[in-house]
């Protein structure tokens, strides 16, 4: 709605003032939802409700500290931030209200904490759904009747909306009437901060590049570039970054209950990375086939710009799936301090490659050079994960890779030289081909079959 009603400058002015205070967040939470996730996992598997509820009580205090903490980081910093983002200080009360924000969001990420970590995933499902929806409802008419001005209103009541409906989903989860004394909440929050905060700043260092990105598009060429640079970015990393993000859900905290049985890990590990693969892939053929029509549907005609450099992000999701299924391990093993470094090492190179390739082919150039920043971060990962803990990708998951890697290059291939009749033919046939041998290969892991059949039987049921 962003993209049709406001246009390319006004889905850039969107992404400079958000991605900042995505930045900030990150900086002043220390990861304390991710670590708070590590910590509940395991108690709550185990059924220890008392160990469980003074984790929750000690995050939800530190997510007062840490949010008021944010608050005052963005107000102190507003004139520096709206001199960054927009070269003059005419922002500086817009940033200084989205400190709110900051706060809300804070707390929200300390519910989706609680939900992942008790795996309550229906929940966490609808709380996603519901704001959404409700969120779309109350902003649309903003952006319709005050253009940019309803921005930053947008993001404060979609920030309300969310946090409201996670806080309404945890308040379901039964928590014993405990106390934590001051010196308990620091001793506890001392431990969730000294993992999460290294994690934290490897979200930060992710999020300070695309703010980089974001800054040197903007100084080169203006607020229509970063619009289009951001906006292929959110219908490719983010749209199928749901995908990653939906089995995180599940996959963080299972490999967390593993983290002391290697051989266990490695399966999980394999497992993974293979049904998010067979998944993926036949995503990833559908969406580059349709991708002009995709830009038209989410944006509209005057993003078709972004066509091309869309469709190399597209293709560079596969590599952005093996690492996303093997990045987890060291989080897992409780191994921050590697993270981070990986998460520098990686971020440096997509950051170089953005911005070598947009000097040298605009936004083509910029997705040519994310995708071999995507495959080098690839390569360190998999070698430092196999040499420091043995884990590593078995054939079985090599040869489902190389196999639907097959098609998709094949695909890409066609999408870059024939003609739009022939793409969408061509396209259709060879996902339709990825789709069916994910489909066999789904079916021989898990039981596809069986699966659908106790679905309908259920359904026919009830």
């Not at 903490?69 to 003059?88: E, H, K, M, N, Y």
């Not at 998010?276 to 036949?282: E, M, S, W």
Request: proline share 3%.
């Amino acid at each position: 709605m962003i993209a049709v009603l406001l246009g390319k400058a006004g889905y850039g002015i969107n992404n400079l003032y958000q991605s900042p205070i995505n930045l900030i967040t990150s900086l002043t939470n220390m990861g304390l939802n991710f670590s708070a996730t590590r910590d509940i996992a395991p108690v709550y598997a185990k059924g220890d409700m008392h160990t469980f509820s003074i984790i929750v009580k000690t995050l939800q205090k530190w997510m007062w500290i840490t949010g008021l903490l944010g608050v005052a980081v963005t107000i102190a910093l507003a004139p520096i931030l709206s001199r960054s983002s927009f070269d003059d200080n005419s922002h500086t009360w817009t940033f200084v209200c989205l400190s709110a924000v900051l706060l809300l969001m804070t707390f929200n990420w300390g519910q989706v904490a609680i939900l992942q970590g008790a795996r309550k995933h229906k929940e966490y499902a609808k709380s996603i759904m519901l704001s959404s929806l409700v969120g779309l409802i109350i902003v649309v008419p903003l952006y319709y009747f005050w253009g940019n001005d309803g921005i930053a209103p947008a993001l404060i009541l979609s920030a309300i909306v969310t946090t409201f409906f996670s806080w309404y989903y945890v308040r379901k989860i039964p928590v014993l009437p405990v106390t934590v004394t001051e010196k308990e909440l620091f001793e506890k929050g001392k431990v969730m901060i000294k993992f999460g905060i290294m994690y934290n700043m490897g979200t930060l260092i992710s999020q300070l590049t695309y703010y980089m990105t974001l800054l040197f598009i903007a100084g080169q060429s203006g607020e229509d570039q970063v619009g289009l640079f951001s906006s292929g970015w959110s219908i490719t990393n983010q749209y199928l970054g749901l995908i990653f993000a939906a089995m995180t859900v599940d996959y963080f905290p299972k490999l967390a209950t593993l983290q002391d049985d290697v051989g266990k890990m490695k399966d999980a590990v394999n497992e993974q990375g293979e049904i998010a693969i067979l998944i993926v892939v036949p995503l990833i053929i559908l969406y580059m086939t349709f991708m002009p029509i995709v830009i038209q549907l989410l944006l509209s005609s005057e993003f078709m710009p972004i066509l091309v450099y869309s469709r190399w992000l597209t293709m560079g999701m596969i590599i952005k799936t093996a690492s996303w299924a093997l990045g987890y391990v060291t989080l897992a093993k409780g191994d921050t301090k590697r993270f981070f470094f990986l998460e520098i090492f990686g971020n440096a190179i997509i950051l170089a490659g953005s911005i070598v390739g947009y000097y040298f082919g605009n936004l083509e150039g910029i997705g040519i050079g994310i995708v071999s920043g995507f495959l080098i971060n690839y390569l360190v990962i998999t070698i430092y994960v196999k040499l420091k803990y043995r884990i590593f990708f078995a054939k079985e998951f090599q040869k489902v890779f190389l196999i639907q890697l097959a098609v998709l290059v094949v695909a890409f291939v066609i999408t870059c030289c024939l003609p739009a009749i022939w793409i969408y033919t061509l396209g259709s046939g060879l996902f339709l081909l990825s789709l069916l041998y994910s489909l066999r290969c789904l079916n021989e892991r898990i039981g596809l079959k069986e699966l659908f059949r106790n679905y309908l039987k259920n359904k026919k049921n009830h």
